[in-house]
């Protein structure tokens, strides 16, 4: 009797902790996580200084009593112009550049908001949290699809989220954010729809298609997402099916673009490029590296190794080449390829969010790194035990709570080397903006 009582509290308690691993694993969990963690970074920028005041801090302005800088005023003529039954008059010239265009989608939901809200300061911001959380939940699972454990996945969404791409524009009052984190959910929704083997061919490419238009309205993620899908082609037993459909995707996409452009015109706002349209950078250093000789180019690609991983920090480059050991092979391929695109968007935009134009996949082998590294340690201390059959026991045990530890250990140490502003340290948010201004 007295044994069957003391199993009680013992299979109860067991219940109860099975029950709190299946709540905190559940997607609906990391998201809520997510959010408190976003908004518990995002608060003391608000009230405290931001990383604005390190980016040209002689062109920081004053909305609604809050403090955003100049960059906010480039799309703040076309947020009022959504606003407006005419926007003809709104806009300087009477047609839209390519820089509004590709903030499109986030400016018309920002002015959807700021309507709601009679605000345009308040607008803004919540577009920006609010891809803040959406990218970072994606990352969450992007993870699970590409073959990581849950704890991984959700490791490398904190991380992404912590991450200075959404920190450093954060409370710009220039949806810079959502522009940055809309690379996560398309490609996410691109991956879907490729491996979805229910599909019709023609529904895949609009779909593909639709997700590139998507990507075009919120940035220029769509030049990313297609060489990264054509990566995983490769690997694929169907890659002929996956290639035409990519390649289809893209011409669809290259129509449907043309069509929003001659529309656009129709009413007025005919788009013009922007002098940082991609196509227009590129041809410029193009132009600048065939006039110039080895060694410059060599210097060049020497900085934009540098820039990258100052974009990033050295700590989370570490962590993404040892994630890589225990990544499956979509993730290795993405990876790679995602650091070649990074690279070489360094090179024609030498700009430290430009340069992570591959992070997802970066983010995600960090978040292996953090959890499967002090996993192997701790397995490896436990054969090791095994020599000692009377402790090994107690070896097994104490190693699987030193990989606990040594997980934790290194996820705040990831965290905090890009997060010291919070702590009194600006090294690291002067040395992401260095090169617009350098603080003597």
Request: charged letters at 10%.
């Amino acid at each position: 009797m007295k044994a069957r009582l003391a199993q009680r509290p013992l299979k109860g308690s067991s219940a109860a902790v099975a029950a709190w691993l299946q709540v905190v694993q559940s997607p609906a969990f990391v998201g809520l996580f997510l959010a408190v963690l976003i908004l518990l970074l995002a608060w003391p920028r608000l009230t405290g200084p931001s990383w604005t005041t390190f980016q040209s801090p002689f062109d920081l302005r004053e909305s609604e009593g809050n403090t955003v800088q100049w960059e906010g005023i480039n799309h703040f003529s076309t947020l009022q112009a959504t606003l407006r039954s005419d926007a003809r008059r709104m806009v300087e010239g009477g047609h839209y550049s390519t820089d509004d265009y590709r903030g499109m989608l986030p400016i018309y939901v920002s002015a959807i908001f700021a309507y709601w809200l009679d605000s345009s300061y308040k607008g803004l911001a919540l577009v920006d949290l609010s891809g803040w959380w959406i990218g970072a939940w994606a990352l969450y699972h992007l993870a699970r699809r590409l073959d990581a454990d849950k704890l991984s996945a959700l490791l490398a969404a904190a991380l992404l989220a912590a991450s200075p791409l959404f920190i450093s524009h954060m409370w710009r009052n220039a949806v810079h954010v959502a522009h940055s984190a809309s690379l996560v959910p398309c490609f996410l929704v691109a991956l879907l729809l490729l491996t979805d083997n229910r599909l019709a061919h023609g529904r895949r490419v609009i779909g593909l298609a639709s997700v590139l238009y998507v990507a075009s309205l919120t940035y220029q993620y769509q030049w990313i997402i297609v060489p990264c899908l054509l990566s995983l082609a490769v690997v694929e037993r169907s890659r002929w099916t996956w290639s035409l459909a990519i390649v289809a995707a893209t011409i669809l996409f290259v129509a449907m673009t043309f069509l929003t452009y001659q529309a656009l015109a129709a009413v007025g706002l005919s788009v013009q490029s922007h002098f940082n349209d991609p196509v227009a950078v590129i041809r410029g250093r193009l132009t600048l590296a065939m006039e110039s000789d080895v060694s410059v180019l060599v210097r060049s690609s020497l900085e934009t190794v540098e820039l990258l991983v100052r974009a990033y920090h050295p700590v989370l480059v570490l962590l993404s080449i040892l994630g890589l050991i225990f990544a499956h092979a979509r993730l290795r391929i993405l990876v790679c390829a995602g650091t070649v695109l990074g690279l070489a968007s360094g090179y024609f935009g030498p700009v430290t969010w430009v340069a992570m134009s591959g992070y997802p996949f970066l983010y995600l082998s960090a978040g292996l790194a953090l959890v499967q590294g002090p996993r192997w340690l701790a397995a490896t201390v436990a054969g090791f035990g095994s020599r000692w059959p009377q402790a090994a026991a107690r070896i097994a045990s104490g190693s699987g709570v030193l990989a606990g530890l040594g997980t934790v250990v290194l996820l705040l140490l990831a965290m905090w080397s890009t997060n010291g502003d919070l702590f009194g340290d600006y090294s690291f948010a002067q040395a992401w903006w260095s090169y617009t201004h350098r603080v003597h």
